[in-house]
């Protein structure tokens, strides 16, 4: 990768983003509305800020017409939250909408269209049938592949076979979902609290050979919000990068890597000005515990080959090297979709502020990365605290 400056220094004319707040609900099987697990979220991160009133909202949700029934969502949840009379936007990019709305929200700030912002996400799917949910997610894949019955989980086990055919141990993929529990044991906002062992995940249920159960994050509900704005605080926004690629896995170049993330990073580290030798802490997609591993690799945060064996000798873990998903990540913290990229943020906010004393990392510059569908919008947000 190269961090150089974009064609013409673009950049030089944005505005400086900074967040002043930030909260986000339990994640997990809850009974309260959407809309009021957005409210919570949303008014949580606005005191936290300490602002009343914002110039523009940005709503993230994946698919609440089916999930929910419920159409026009933005003004739905605007309304609810009681900023009716305030411009919103709703922004979809599948299970990376939340990281998009971010990147929606930043663009307002950035240019001066607006000095106050709140990005919300979340999704509520706990109250359909497992069946229903992953059909519903599925439809994120390529119809053709769709047709000869690809599903999200399928997807994920054809890319970790190839994975494991370049040398990736079974060890080595477990060892993501154990040290992602650990930490989620340390959150109690997280779907899952409870440290498990890599007999307990070799051990589990297969899903879709030869992923298991506990290779694979939750169904889950929750909200996530932030306040971006124009005035200095001590967190800025150094980076937002977007990647893209082509829907169906057929025509990928490569099974183990995703161009989308290697795009994004890209991006992201070059409005920065710096590489990923900076990073001292990530939130990084684990909807399925190998995807973790992948990404490591395409960011740059370690080698190509390399992220498994380190992950294994505990470099990825709280008081390693990098420590990667104090939040516990997909896979313990939870995925309510939409929320997910907002709420790795937020604990990206939370490290670079000290707020998280049970998993406390020391750092001054923290990633978040988030995958969207089958890894064909992703995006890399980099947080520097001043």
């Given at each position: 990768?190269?961090?150089?400056?974009?064609?013409?220094?673009?950049?030089?004319?944005?505005?400086?983003?900074?967040?002043?707040?930030?909260?986000?609900?339990?994640?997990?099987?809850?009974?309260?509305?959407?809309?009021?697990?957005?409210?919570?979220?949303?008014?949580?991160?606005?005191?936290?800020?300490?602002?009343?009133?914002?110039?523009?909202?940005?709503?993230?949700?994946?698919?609440?017409?089916?999930?929910?029934?419920?159409?026009?969502?933005?003004?739905?949840?605007?309304?609810?939250?009681?900023?009716?009379?305030?411009?919103?936007?709703?922004?979809?990019?599948?299970?990376?909408?939340?990281?998009?709305?971010?990147?929606?929200?930043?663009?307002?700030?950035?240019?001066?269209?607006?000095?106050?912002?709140?990005?919300?996400?979340?999704?509520?799917?706990?109250?359909?049938?497992?069946?229903?949910?992953?059909?519903?997610?599925?439809?994120?894949?390529?119809?053709?592949?769709?047709?000869?019955?690809?599903?999200?989980?399928?997807?994920?086990?054809?890319?970790?076979?190839?994975?494991?055919?370049?040398?990736?141990?079974?060890?080595?993929?477990?060892?993501?979902?154990?040290?992602?529990?650990?930490?989620?044991?340390?959150?109690?906002?997280?779907?899952?609290?409870?440290?498990?062992?890599?007999?307990?995940?070799?051990?589990?249920?297969?899903?879709?050979?030869?992923?298991?159960?506990?290779?694979?994050?939750?169904?889950?509900?929750?909200?996530?919000?932030?306040?971006?704005?124009?005035?200095?605080?001590?967190?800025?926004?150094?980076?937002?990068?977007?990647?893209?690629?082509?829907?169906?896995?057929?025509?990928?170049?490569?099974?183990?890597?995703?161009?989308?993330?290697?795009?994004?990073?890209?991006?992201?580290?070059?409005?920065?000005?710096?590489?990923?030798?900076?990073?001292?802490?990530?939130?990084?997609?684990?909807?399925?515990?190998?995807?973790?591993?992948?990404?490591?690799?395409?960011?740059?945060?370690?080698?190509?080959?390399?992220?498994?064996?380190?992950?294994?000798?505990?470099?990825?873990?709280?008081?390693?090297?990098?420590?990667?998903?104090?939040?516990?990540?997909?896979?313990?913290?939870?995925?309510?979709?939409?929320?997910?990229?907002?709420?790795?943020?937020?604990?990206?906010?939370?490290?670079?502020?000290?707020?998280?004393?049970?998993?406390?990392?020391?750092?001054?510059?923290?990633l978040a990365q988030s995958i969207g569908g089958p890894g064909t919008n992703n995006w890399v947000t980099i947080l520097e605290s001043r």
């Open positions: 990768m190269t961090f150089g400056d974009p064609p013409g220094n673009l950049w030089a004319a944005m505005r400086d983003v900074w967040i002043a707040g930030a909260d986000m609900t339990r994640v997990g099987r809850l009974q309260d509305p959407l809309q009021d697990l957005m409210a919570v979220a949303t008014h949580g991160a606005l005191q936290s800020a300490d602002r009343e009133l914002p110039d523009s909202i940005v709503v993230a949700t994946m698919n609440p017409e089916e999930f929910l029934g419920d159409g026009n969502f933005a003004s739905n949840v605007a309304t609810h939250m009681g900023f009716a009379n305030v411009p919103v936007v709703r922004v979809e990019t599948a299970t990376s909408s939340g990281a998009a709305a971010f990147y929606a929200g930043f663009a307002q700030i950035a240019s001066g269209l607006a000095d106050t912002v709140v990005v919300v996400g979340g999704e509520k799917m706990t109250h359909l049938p497992t069946p229903k949910v992953s059909e519903l997610i599925g439809r994120s894949l390529d119809p053709y592949e769709r047709s000869y019955g690809t599903t999200m989980p399928a997807f994920a086990a054809l890319v970790t076979r190839a994975l494991m055919a370049r040398g990736v141990t079974e060890r080595e993929i477990a060892q993501v979902a154990v040290k992602n529990h650990a930490n989620g044991a340390r959150n109690p906002l997280a779907h899952f609290r409870e440290e498990i062992t890599p007999e307990m995940v070799l051990g589990s249920r297969m899903v879709a050979d030869p992923l298991r159960l506990f290779h694979c994050c939750p169904i889950s509900d929750g909200a996530a919000a932030i306040v971006l704005t124009a005035e200095r605080t001590t967190v800025r926004v150094a980076g937002v990068g977007q990647g893209t690629d082509a829907l169906a896995l057929r025509h990928r170049e490569s099974l183990t890597s995703f161009r989308a993330t290697q795009a994004a990073a890209s991006a992201a580290f070059a409005m920065a000005g710096f590489g990923p030798e900076r990073v001292d802490v990530a939130e990084i997609h684990d909807a399925f515990a190998p995807f973790e591993l992948i990404s490591l690799e395409d960011i740059g945060l370690f080698p190509p080959g390399k992220a498994g064996s380190a992950t294994l000798d505990g470099e990825t873990a709280l008081g390693g090297r990098l420590p990667i998903n104090p939040s516990g990540g997909l896979k313990a913290r939870g995925h309510p979709l939409a929320a997910t990229g907002l709420a790795q943020m937020v604990e990206c906010f939370w490290q670079l502020t000290g707020s998280v004393p049970r998993r406390q990392v020391q750092c001054s510059v923290a």
